[in-house]
């Protein structure tokens, strides 16, 4: 741990790290819950062991996404917006030209949830507050808007805003994560184990990713 | 006292007789049911509107507001807005056009889905001939029930996008929107506007109808969640957002 912390400090000191990367949060090594048992899509509730990693503290904007492809337009405005709309390639394309990479879905899981099982990154309870489509990705909001979708590790947006891709696959399409559910105009906050399968291909306006290395 | 008590006695019958003749009356009489089978509200009238009744149990009926049923030999669709050669379809020149089918699953927002199998038209068959300007980004659909949806002209160029005219082998029925409606798999109901009027096509994104009432978001993508197909007694499936193929 003690490492760790000492090779992000001289990674920020060497530069290493722009101001950009500087919104990465660090995940440390060590075993953590994945999964759940009562969801058939994410049980077998297991322990897994992962290195230490960063993870994009904000979902990627559509403002950085212009930066690397510039033939991709937004409504004015919209800047600060996370970019959806984008194939799983074009995620995984701006992550290798940021010098980083998709999470897989345990580091996603992990940077969400913890050590201690943690059913929403605040804790295990829903907010009081039922989220809107304002904050689906449908209506998008600002990354970082909604304060208290906040990991233990300072993530922010990984139970609501958009789904994010991952690198993990199943079945032929990839796993995304985190975003809302819609069950009757009655949305709901993704919890940390919620998974979701969405062909590489596909494109929606509520799908974005974040970076990890 | 012994006259007002036969009275009473013999009201007290024929009040229950009458109940009696009205409760069977009212069992059996229309427009829900005639002769214990049900049929929907509108049937018989001039007019359509929204019902789950009758045979409409298995495929939902949405309106706007409740309208008298299309004239088809004085319906037209007209195109207006931002095109070079803004035109007047009638239905025969529609049902012209070269056509393609379809099977897929319309997704209401409020919970239900049900699978039809759809015919009619890509909306590039009617962009050869009005020519649509390079500032258009949208187009506005004025329906017959006063509904108005917008849709961009990259959501209508999709694949699987159609502007259709039958379905499940018949021309489209009044309550299904008759006689042309669109079909976009991947956005849930209420962007798939029925008894289409009029095609605006306009610089900006408008909200529709839904979207500046409530929890409706002006691009209806289906969104992750739960669906209830009708036709699989509503039993609840996870659905993972975009148009249902699963089933």
């Given amino acids: 741990m003690k490492l760790l ?22 995940v440390p090594a060590g075993e953590f819950i994945m ?42 405005g919209f800047e600060p917006h996370p970019v959806t709309n984008i194939t799983w390639y074009q995620a995984k394309t701006f992550c290798k030209q940021a010098g980083k990479r998709l999470p897989t879905e345990e580091e996603w899981e992990k940077s969400a949830r913890g050590t201690d099982a943690r059913i929403y990154p605040w ?4 907010l009081r507050k039922k989220p809107h489509p304002f904050y689906s990705g449908i209506i998008k909001r600002r990354v970082g808007l909604n304060k208290k979708d906040n990991s233990p590790y300072g993530v922010r947006d990984m139970s609501g805003s958009v789904w994010e891709w991952t690198a993990s696959s199943e079945n032929g399409k990839k796993v995304t994560r985190g975003g809302l559910w819609n069950h009757h105009l009655e949305y709901e906050y993704g919890k940390t184990f919620d998974r979701n399968l969405i062909a590489p291909s596909e494109r929606f306006i509520f799908l974005g990713f974040r970076c990890v290395k | 006292m012994r006259q007002i008590g036969k009275l009473t006695r013999r009201l007290f019958i024929k009040g229950g007789l009458w109940t009696a003749a009205l409760f069977f009356w009212n069992l059996f009489r229309g427009p829900e049911k005639v002769w214990g089978q049900e049929i929907d509200s509108f049937s018989g009238t001039d007019f359509v509107g929204k019902t789950r009744e009758g045979k409409h149990r298995s495929f939902y009926i949405n309106f706007w507001k409740p309208m008298r049923r299309i004239n088809a030999k004085t319906w037209t669709l007209k195109i207006s807005g931002l095109c070079e050669s803004p035109t007047t379809f009638t239905l025969a020149e529609l049902k012209n056009l070269p056509a393609q089918s379809q099977s897929s699953r319309l997704k209401c927002v ?10 009619g038209f890509s909306i590039k068959e009617l962009e050869q001939v ?25 959501a209508l160029n999709q694949d699987r996008v159609l502007l259709v005219h039958s379905m499940n082998g018949e021309s489209l029925s009044d309550a299904h929107g008759f006689p042309l409606r669109l079909i976009a798999p991947s956005k849930y109901g209420y962007k798939n506007p029925k008894t289409i009027l009029e095609m605006e096509y306009v610089a900006e994104q408008q909200a529709g109808t839904w979207s500046k009432i409530g929890p409706y978001s002006p691009d209806g993508t289906i969104l992750p969640g739960w669906d209830h197909p009708l036709e699989y007694d509503k039993q609840a499936r996870r659905i993972s957002g975009g148009e249902i193929i699963d089933y």
Wanted: some cysteine.
């Fill in chain 1, 5 to 26: 912390a000492l090779s992000a400090f001289l990674m920020f000191a060497s530069g290493l790290i722009s101001a950009d990367a500087a919104e990465m949060m660090i």
């Fill in chain 1, 35 to 76: 999964g759940d048992n009562a969801d058939d899509y994410a049980s077998p509730k297991r322990s897994t062991q992962l290195e230490p990693f960063f993870i994009d503290r904000f979902e990627v904007t559509n403002e950085e996404f212009q930066q690397q492809f510039s033939g991709h337009t937004f409504w004015k």
């Fill in chain 1, 123 to 126: 804790g295990n309870k829903p």
């Fill in chain 2, 110 to 119: 409020e919970c239900w889905s049900a699978r039809a199998e759809w015919r």
């Fill in chain 2, 130 to 154: 009005i020519l649509p300007h390079a500032s258009a980004q949208g187009v506005v659909f004025h329906c017959g029930d006063e509904y108005k949806e917008y849709l961009s002209c990259d």
